[in-house]
């Protein structure tokens, strides 16, 4: 979450805070809406090249006797085929990528869900991968190294990815006593349950001090006047208010785009940096700027604007605005009828009669036209068609309000759709949950960016720079909503390249598979072709400079500088955009026009895959992207040769590259060494492009071939049924000749038969395995071998447990027998037993178990937590194995009981409700005195625990310091434990650098309310405190914040009793963001006493309702 700058030293500089992220355009600035007279840029740009650090490859490292010592154990441990390219600078492998290594459950290996205590493979969680993970590289010390280093999961680009989601891409942030390393991480890439790829990128040794020499508030007021703003230049949103960050650099000497050449390991240095990201008033681009916290340099300026230089029921340009507007139905829209209601993706929602209203406001895109308001009624059938119009820019069919614009239902309708679809491949990603505001008919032109967590998109008319240049209304046009939308996503998918190039190529990507049109942006500067473009009235043609063009016109690195090519040294370089700020590809081209090499490749990968696979290749090409994006960042990379140069050495060798993350992504089988489905086009559209890496490997798929696919294993058997195995025998590209089956690894005593054997592909095989002489029980894979006159063979696993007999009595562990103090959310373990299919637990009573108060008859693992356990109770539990066989014998029972929870009575104690408020009858005690700015305080029905209504306080965009203030309490001597319990729901701004900006806290007063004490964490039993809030009324007081379902608070009271009391109930806000209409649902507010000798046991546990 973004947020506002807070300090009271930048006051007369923060005329408005507010939110918003990273900007993005689709051309040159030059060439659209900036000029400089309105622009308020900076006078002086600082971009220390160290920062620009990469690593450095040594791609033959398994021929380096220095490194044959520190491969040899990896390769050992786990054998199989390897390419190791290792990072000079951190003396690490950069890359390791081969025949893979089995880590979870997948088509590539013979892991069970069942050993990882699971019941099917679609249970496995990022948790559980990354653990597996995290120990897979503590394995490899002798390449990675960690040993020393603090690395935690980076839980945004570490995802689950592709359709059918067989990828898994993990990370590890590498942080400095807890300040984050920018950039630096390790990495392992797993496919069809394979390790198919495993490195570390930057990881190195940490020197320096993560403490700041010099505080945020005066690092950023150096640097302001270090960058001399015009004098009329004002923020106008502060979005990163100084965050602090390690980053790596480069040695002295390092020249960029060279190799290095310094001692091993050697080649990163470090330095301690705040980050600031904000706006100027006036002016839409977003400035990010480094600060060294320890001498106050400036390290970088960026304007992360990025321009696109181009393109619900309504109607639509389906790609450009010469098109005729089609009526489509509009997904996702708010709809107000009577509730609030959202459309389905047909544009339908439940209309139940009145009036019905809609303002392009929906689930995932707000449109917010500078033409007017949007808004359409309905009081009939419900039908809202924002219909159709002519014209350009204000135009509207007369209806739907003044913004019912062609830009507001264009982009409202591309925007859903290609949102909606990438929440496909990423069901978990926060920002294609969220909503983003589209600013449509911006006052300028020929231009359209993505920034600050906003889209823009301008006018049509001529250019501010050159008025004979004249542009369509970039609203009017898909593919510019498309590129932009791209930038966003790729902002927010674990982070773009530090280049601009790359970003750009990123853009295109995302709005030719959309539109499946090469020219980006169709009409963006009627009847002018782009640079060089053929037939192409948008802004770049990815096609024009692809393999279908002469080969001198192709998009590489040696053809940058074509005058009939790309002509990118038509800019200087290397490109400052303004004459200021860095705007580059990798090799230092501007950044849109050195994008026509990423581009160009994706669009001949794409033609490829439609060659191979006919039309659903482009479904291989979404496949393949959507998958790749988040490992990605540089799309390629300069190895040697410098610097806007075309001779230097470019390769996409390095572990973040395209070429390289994109064949994990294909991969099919958990094995790289072998190819991919797709590898070889892959390599070959990229080596068109001069950006693949090594010889090209091999296409799985293109040679004609059998496969072999069991569909029915595992499977489990009692000696002497048999086993029975179905195995289908698939012909590709019309393979046909026999097949002979052999098998290997069955258990001792038992036989295997084919049937047919061999058999023509095309045709299913069964494979029965004998288990009548099986002396033991056993469970693991049976390998089947299929050979054939010209193929290679294939081969394929089944999995097979065999039981003897039924199993024996588990052996229980903990609780041990007789254990006292046991917590009610105990978790039960036992020892296993081999070949077990499930456990049946059994938790009761009484020891002769009449009354069983928890059962499962169906765990997989060797532990279970019962539901529902009370505290003080004695319990019995036993556990009875099942195998195939059936189910054997009860284990011993164990007893314990459980200990009480805070705040309960024991035994020998009754349960005195002294207060309780469930908020639903009379609440006039309760007092919102003493609050200031508003205050929100109030009954709500929106979300109570119980039953009907809670306690609300909004967390609101404005300072506030919220009050909610109880009747007095009389607090019992003499009877503890004496404790406050309450119910509560949060939703409230946190800190992303831990802590939270708005907070709820509790208070206690003794004196009727004339002074007050903050309720501390040691007397929080339950629930502590968030952390300590970094802004607001609360400043420097720990207090609750996040997200969080409702959850009980116990509070030791004992140091009050025999005392009269008030409770405080303090939500604390600042001036940013906040969750409003949501914010702290207080609810179920009692006060408990214990007193001794009880006379009715009903009241003997729990916390009791009263009326005050």
Excluded at 387 to 405: M, V
Excluded at 421 to 444: E, H, I, S, Y
Excluded at 1044 to 1049: D, E, G, N
Aim: glycine share 10%; hydrophobic share 40%; aromatic share 8%.
């Amino acid at each position: 979450m973004h947020h506002r700058f807070r300090t009271a030293a930048l006051a007369g500089l923060l005329t408005l805070l507010w939110g918003a992220p990273t900007v993005h355009a689709i051309q040159p600035a030059a060439e659209g809406g900036f000029t400089s007279a309105s622009a308020k840029l900076p006078a002086r740009a600082f971009n220390d090249p160290a920062l620009d650090v990469l690593p450095s490859l040594q791609l033959d490292a398994q021929r380096d006797v220095m490194l044959q010592a520190r491969i040899a154990p990896f390769q050992q441990r786990y054998g199989g085929s390897w390419e190791v390219r290792w990072d000079e600078r951190s003396d690490r492998p950069n890359l390791v990528q081969g025949s893979g290594i089995a880590l979870i459950p997948g088509r590539g290996n013979s892991l069970t869900p069942q050993q990882f205590g699971l019941a099917h493979e679609s249970d496995i969680n990022l948790g559980t991968v990354a653990a597996k993970a995290r120990s897979f590289i503590d394995s490899v010390p002798e390449l990675l190294d960690t040993a020393g280093l603090e690395l935690a999961l980076d839980s945004e680009r570490s995802v689950q990815a592709g359709g059918d989601k067989p990828v898994w891409f993990i990370e590890f942030g590498q942080f400095h006593k807890g300040v984050r390393v920018d950039g630096a991480f390790a990495f392992v890439r797993v496919a069809q349950g394979n390790i198919v790829q495993f490195g570390a990128e930057r990881l190195a040794a940490v020197t320096i001090s993560a403490e700041p020499a010099i505080a945020r508030e005066d690092a950023f007021q150096e640097a302001w006047e270090l960058l001399h703003f015009p004098v009329d230049a004002q923020i106008e949103e502060m979005i990163e208010p100084g965050q602090l960050r390690i980053y790596p650099t480069g040695s002295a000497g390092d020249v960029r785009g060279e190799r290095f050449g310094g001692v091993r390991g050697s080649g990163y240095q470090h330095v301690l940096a705040w980050r600031y990201v904000f706006r100027i008033k006036g002016d839409d681009a977003t400035w990010e700027i480094l600060v060294d916290a320890n001498d106050n340099r400036v390290l970088k300026t960026n304007n992360l604007t990025v321009n696109i230089n181009a393109t619900v029921s309504g109607g639509i340009y389906p790609t450009t605005n010469t098109d005729t507007e089609v009526v489509v139905p509009f997904p996702f829209v708010a709809v107000t009828n009577g509730t609030a209601k959202v459309t389905d993706t047909l544009g339908i929602y439940d209309y139940s009669s009145g009036a019905a209203t809609a303002t392009l406001d929906g689930k995932y895109f707000k449109m917010a036209d500078n033409c007017g308001a949007i808004s359409l009624a309905n009081s009939t059938d419900g039908n809202l068609a924002f219909g159709t119009s002519g014209g350009t820019d204000c135009i509207t069919p007369g209806i739907g309000g003044a913004g019912n614009t062609h830009a507001s239902r264009s982009g409202f309708y591309h925007l859903s759709r290609i949102n909606e679809k990438a929440r496909t491949f990423f069901p978990a990603n926060t920002w294609l949950q969220g909503k983003v505001t589209a600013n449509m008919n911006v006052n300028n032109t020929c231009n359209a960016s993505w920034g600050g967590g906003v889209l823009n998109f301008y006018k049509s008319g001529p250019s501010a720079s050159d008025p004979n240049v004249i542009c369509s209304n970039t609203g009017e046009i898909a593919a510019v909503f498309l590129h932009e939308w791209g930038h966003g996503m790729d902002t927010n998918s674990g982070g773009a390249a530090s280049e601009n190039g790359s970003g750009e190529a990123v853009g295109d990507t995302f709005a030719f598979l959309e539109t499946r049109d090469s020219c980006i942006g169709q009409n963006f500067r009627p009847a002018a072709n782009c640079a060089n473009c053929d037939n192409c009235t948008g802004v770049r043609d990815v096609a024009d400079f692809g393999l279908s063009a002469a080969p001198a016109k192709i998009a590489t690195p040696a053809n940058l500088a074509n005058d009939a090519g790309i002509n990118c040294d038509r800019y200087a370089c290397p490109y400052l955009q303004q004459g200021i700020f860095p705007y580059q590809g990798p090799m230092g081209y501007e950044g849109h026009c050195e994008s026509y090499i990423a581009s160009g490749a994706n669009w001949d990968l794409t033609q490829a895959l439609i060659a191979r696979h006919g039309a659903s290749g482009w479904a291989k090409m979404d496949r393949i992207w959507y998958a790749s994006l988040t490992p990605s960042k540089s799309a390629y990379r300069v190895a040697s040769g410098g610097t806007c140069n075309i001779n230097a050495s470019v390769d996409g060798c390095a572990a973040t590259n395209w070429y390289t993350v994109f064949l994990p992504a294909d991969d099919d089988d958990g094995n790289l060494a072998n190819g991919t489905p797709n590898a070889c086009r892959i390599w070959d559209a990229m080596n068109a492009h001069g950006i693949a890496c090594g010889t090209r490997p091999a296409c799985t798929g293109d040679a004609p071939d059998f496969r072999l696919t069991p569909t029915n294993s595992p499977q489990a058997v009692c000696k002497p049924a048999n086993a029975t195995f179905t195995i289908d025998t698939v012909s590709d590209l019309g393979f046909v000749n026999p097949v002979t089956l052999a098998g290997t690894g069955n258990p001792a005593g038992t036989t295997l038969a084919f049937s047919p054997n061999p058999v023509v592909p095309g045709n299913p095989v069964t494979l029965t395995v004998n288990t009548a002489g099986a002396s033991a029980a056993s469970s693991g894979p049976i390998t089947i071998n299929g050979t054939a006159t010209a193929s290679p063979g294939h081969s394929a696993t089944v999995n097979l447990s065999i039981a003897v007999a039924a199993p024996a009595a588990p052996t229980l562990n903990t609780p041990a027998n007789n254990a006292t103090l046991v917590d009610p959310a105990v978790s039960l373990t036992w020892t296993a037993i081999p070949g077990v299919t499930a456990y049946a637990v059994e938790v009761a009573t009484d020891a002769g178990f009449a009354t069983i108060v928890a059962s499962n008859a169906s765990v997989a693992g060797t532990s279970w937590s019962p539901p529902g356990l009370l505290a003080l109770k004695n319990y019995y539990w036993r556990v009875r194995a099942s195998n195939i066989c059936g189910a054997g014998s009860n284990s011993t029972v164990f007893t314990f009981k459980t200990a009480p929870i805070p705040g309960d009575c024991d035994e020998t104690q009754s349960a005195n409700a002294v207060f309780g408020s469930d908020v639903e009858g009379d609440v006039s005690g309760w007092a919102t005195t003493g609050s200031s700015g508003s205050s929100t305080w109030a009954v709500s029905s929106a979300r109570p625990s119980s039953p009907t209504k809670a306690w609300l306080a909004a967390d609101i965009t404005t300072a506030s310091d919220q009050r909610l203030i109880s009747p007095p309490i009389v607090l019992p001597a003499g009877e503890t434990p004496l404790s406050l319990s309450f119910m509560s729901d949060l939703n409230m701004e946190p800190r992303t650098s831990g802590g939270c900006y708005d907070g709820g806290l509790l208070e206690i007063s003794t004196n009727d309310g004339s002074s007050w004490t903050q309720v501390p964490n040691a007397q929080l039993l339950t629930d502590p405190y968030t952390g300590a809030a970094a802004a607001g009324a609360a400043n420097g007081l720990q207090v609750w914040c996040g997200t969080r379902a409702y959850k009980k608070s116990i509070v030791d009271l004992n140091s009050y009793a025999g005392q009269t009391v008030r409770l405080r109930f303090r939500l604390s806000t600042d001036t940013s963001q906040g969750f409003t209409p949501h914010g702290w649902y207080v609810d179920d507010i009692r006060v408990q006493s214990c007193r001794s000798a009880p006379t009715d046991v009903i009241f003997a546990n729990g916390f009791q309702a009263v009326t005050p």
